[in-house]
């Protein structure tokens, strides 16, 4: 930085030194930036951002893009990229101001990132957090870099475009402009192959950014030179998209991309974006409309320009709001799609419409022809769509249906017409910008017609196959031939980074609670336990409520003379609340030989003696029936019950011992399995809560996986759903599917796989989680295994427990510990709800998407190839 300041001085008092003074800060400062990335590489823990996001044993290549992947050093990655598009710029005879302002902006990002903790250092030994599971992927590789190499070029080469305009930083332009459409569909093949919804785009805020700057480059690319300041201020815009994109990528805006909270350097970029938006604004109120501008060049201009507008507002309205404290997300999701895609739709809708005046300079009578070829096909395709004579995706909207056929009818006529100019270039260049044109309309046509199935989550069809058998679905048979669970052998480190986060406090606080509530009630539990143990009719009696006993048919006389049998009767206890505490009553589950309503009050005549296993139960006075057809309930007002020469009357009051020994063992009460888990002496122990943070366990293994053997169309693969540990320690959860995609022509069959889940009564939890926990409490002291599955408890019912009331907070907690610990403790593999229920597999088709990908590449190689082709 000092180096870029001395240079940025000499342009005003040494010039003859700025050559000289720029080459050594471009060395100097990719030197540096080699050097922070082998710290990653190598592992150097003393560095803060190495320990966040490594750890021993993460292969080499996600330790290189573990160097990008937080707000700090994603900035350092910027200031690099810009010292290497302001050398580029300089060799391009970018003017002097430009390259002033540029390298200002470098020093201003480059400063910012130490407000983001980048140099901060780490003095106790680790080895390391580890990197965010959703991270893992080989796209983070490719992605950030594509996407910041083409942020830092459009800001460099459109501030130098903006003073001059020459062929040499035109052809830089389109390198980074290459970049960044690069980067955008890299991001949304990673999203598609990642995330198991089947979906490339979803107009997420960040994903938006990134268009946007692509749009605003393109329309600066696209200004007629005759619009003097309207063109220059156009190459502004496209600076100021790249200051706001920053911004939003570090506000919290976007579910899937960004970081908690803008800070110091976020807030700084907010005001760059600004200060270029004003310049904007005085070029566009001071432009003239110079003369001699062809209708074709003006209005692909002003389509694309407008787009731009539309993007650039849709986020700096909520980023204002987010930087004035008012929490604000620009449209996304379905939101995002009815509001971006019918503007943008009939934005490109009017430059497929005038193609003969865009690309042959043509109107008159070929112009009306084809538009009145266009708009009588569409219209036919539109309501023949809208009739539902036909759909291109069926489980979509008519208007989608409508719109879609409309998009195919111009861009087939469009397609013609870019054919017919590429025929009759004039030269290399412009034949290659052609087939630039072909290849982004046959991008836009993929994604017009893959979109509805991608994004639409109805599309799917839902599979539970259990391993050892198949399914055939879409044409394509799925079998599932094998189904394993294990531990990840790299080991992480959920302490030493990760102890001053939320999870870490929700924990502490939890386990203080849980103590402090258990260990008053201890004495009472313990008490009622000696109790119901040494008592055999109470025992029955509870043991009922958890597992009714079949007494086989049971006969009833009634006072009006009649008699009544229950058939197949079960008698069973239950609890419920009453006069302000708890009773146990009595119910026989039964099938009447006679139909009874519901709520039906029956006098018995005499005594109803039944016999249930140990127990003897003498039914008197009045049963009342609950419900009615086949099956009801019959609940005696009173019964006797005896056992081993003792008898009690019933329904009976249960003091506050039984009441707490009864919670311990009925599903669904905040102390449910406290007996069943051989921990009580710890969870009861308020010492424990208050020493949960000493000699903490902080190296674990990081997570475990569910690996599905698959066989799909016959094709052998394994689709491995991970459990990360360190995602759910930072709080963002550490579950990641699996997705394999099988190409078929022109599309995918989209195979989505899913984690069995373990059935709790506060939740369902994902078999790779509950398998661990039970590694763990297998493997590692009482003591250290608690505090682990503390942590992970917290972090997987974070968002409950931050919004529980402080009343309820330490009976949520309570019921969720222990349903945790019950569930991993009994688990047993071999009774893997996978062999019982079936693995969850979601499929659907989403045709046209690798035409998608394969428009997008081409699109990509004929922009870097413009930049090396002579445009005469």
Not at 281 to 288: F, H, T
Not at 539 to 561: E, H, Q, R, T
Request: hydrophobic share 55%.
């Amino acid at each position: 930085l000092a180096l870029y300041a001395g240079y940025l001085a000499s342009t005003f008092v040494a010039r003859r030194w700025s050559k000289v003074l720029l080459m050594g800060a471009t060395a100097v400062l990719a030197a540096s930036w080699l050097y922070y990335v082998a710290s990653f590489v190598l592992q150097d823990f003393s560095l803060l951002e190495v320990a966040k996001n490594t750890n021993v044993g993460l292969p080499w290549w996600l330790r290189l893009s573990a160097s990008w992947a937080s707000a700090g050093s994603s900035l350092l990655l910027m200031s690099f990229l810009l010292g290497l598009y302001i050398f580029a710029a300089a060799r391009a005879g970018a003017a002097i101001n430009a390259l002033r302002i540029s390298t200002a902006i470098l020093l201003i990002i480059g400063a910012s990132s130490f407000f983001y903790g980048t140099f901060d250092t780490l003095s106790e030994p680790t080895i390391g957090g580890g990197l965010n599971p959703l991270l893992k992927s080989f796209w983070m590789a490719i992605h950030p870099p594509l996407v910041f190499l083409g942020y830092a070029g459009v800001l460099v080469v459109s501030l130098a475009l903006a003073f001059v305009d020459t062929q040499a930083l035109r052809r830089l332009m389109y390198i980074a402009v290459g970049f960044l459409f690069a980067g955008l569909v890299v991001g949304g093949y990673w999203s598609y192959v990642t995330f198991g919804w089947g979906g490339y785009w979803a107009w997420d805020p960040v994903e938006t950014a990134q268009l946007m700057v692509f749009v605003a480059a393109s329309a600066a690319l696209h200004a007629p030179t005759a619009l003097d300041r309207l063109k220059r201020g156009s190459f502004l815009l496209a600076a100021s998209s790249v200051f706001l994109a920053l911004f939003v990528t570090r506000t919290g805006m976007s579910p899937l991309h960004g970081f908690a909270s803008p800070g110091a350097g976020g807030y700084l970029l907010l005001a760059l974006a600004l200060i270029f938006l004003l310049a904007f604004l005085r070029d566009v109120l001071m432009a003239k409309l110079g003369g001699g501008v062809a209708w074709g060049k003006l209005v692909t201009f002003l389509t694309i320009f407008v787009a731009a507008l539309l993007l650039y507002g849709s986020l700096l309205v909520p980023s204002l709001a987010v930087a004035a404290g008012v929490n604000v997300s620009p449209p996304q999701m379905d939101d995002g799609m009815w509001f971006y895609n019918p503007a943008l739709y009939l934005l490109v809708m009017v430059t497929l419409a005038l193609a003969p005046l865009i690309y042959m300079e043509r109107g008159g009578k070929l112009l009306l022809v084809y538009l009145g070829v266009g708009l009588a096909a569409s219209s036919a395709v539109a309501v023949a769509a809208y009739m539902g004579l036909f759909a291109f995706s069926p489980k979509s909207h008519v208007l989608t249906n409508a719109a879609v056929g409309v998009a195919l009818v111009w861009s087939a006529l469009g397609a013609a017409v870019i054919i017919y100019s590429a025929t009759r270039a004039k030269s290399r260049f412009q034949l290659a910008l052609r087939v630039l044109h072909i290849a982004l309309l046959l991008f836009f046509v993929a994604a017009v017609y893959s979109l509805p199935f991608a994004y639409n989550r109805a599309y799917f069809i839902d599979l539970f196959i259990t391993p050892g058998t198949s399914a055939k679905v879409a044409g394509v048979e799925i079998a599932v031939e094998g189904y394993s669970l294990g531990l990840m052998q790299d080991m992480v480190d959920i302490y030493t980074v990760y102890r001053n986060n939320a999870v870490y406090s929700y924990a502490q606080g939890g386990l203080l609670s849980m103590t402090n509530l258990l260990s008053q009630a201890r004495p009472m539990l313990e008490e009622a336990l000696r109790r119901v143990e040494g008592d055999l009719l109470l025992k029955a009696l509870f043991d009922a409520a958890k597992s009714p006993i079949s007494v086989g048919d049971v006969y009833m006389k009634l006072l009006n003379g009649s008699s009544l049998a229950i058939r197949n009767a079960t008698f069973g206890t239950y609890v419920t609340h009453s006069g302000g505490g708890l009773i146990m009553a009595v119910y026989l589950y039964g099938q009447p030989a006679v139909a009874l309503g519901d709520q039906t009050s029956l006098q018995l005549a005499e005594p109803c003696v039944v016999r249930a296993g140990s127990l003897m139960l003498n039914i008197s006075g009045t049963v009342v029936v609950q419900g009615s057809g086949g099956y009801a309930a019959f609940m005696p007002m009173r019964v006797v019950a005896s056992a081993s020469e003792k008898s009690v009357v019933l329904p009976l009051r249960l003091d506050i011992n039984l009441t707490l020994y009864y919670m311990a063992k009925t599903p669904g009460t905040p102390i449910y399995g406290l007996l069943d888990v051989p921990y009580l002496d710890y969870l009861t122990n308020i010492r424990f809560g208050h020493v949960f943070l000493q000699r903490f366990p902080a190296e674990v293994p990081s997570g475990a996986y569910a690996d599905v053997s698959l066989r799909v169309a016959g094709a052998r693969g394994d689709a491995v759903v991970r459990y990360e540990v360190n995602g759910e320690v930072s709080g963002i959860h550490g579950l990641v599917s699996s997705v394999v995609a099988l190409s078929r022509d022109l599309g995918d069959v989209y195979v989505a796989v899913f984690t069995p889940y373990i059935q709790g009564d506060l939740a369902y939890y994902p078999e790779p989680m509950i398998y661990y926990i039970n590694h763990i409490l297998k493997t590692r002291p009482p003591e250290d295994a608690l505090r682990i599955a503390t942590l992970l408890t917290t972090g997987f019912f974070l968002d409950q427990l931050t919004r529980a009331s402080p009343d309820a907070f330490a009976s949520l907690y309570t019921n969720a510990y222990l349903e945790v610990l019950r569930l991993a403790y009994s688990y047993n593999p071999a009774n893997s709800p996978a062999y019982t229920e079936g693995i969850h597999i979601t499929v659907k088709e989403v045709p046209a998407v690798n035409l998608l990908w394969a428009a997008s590449a081409a699109a990509v190689l004929l922009l870097f190839l413009l930049a090396v082709i002579k445009k005469r």
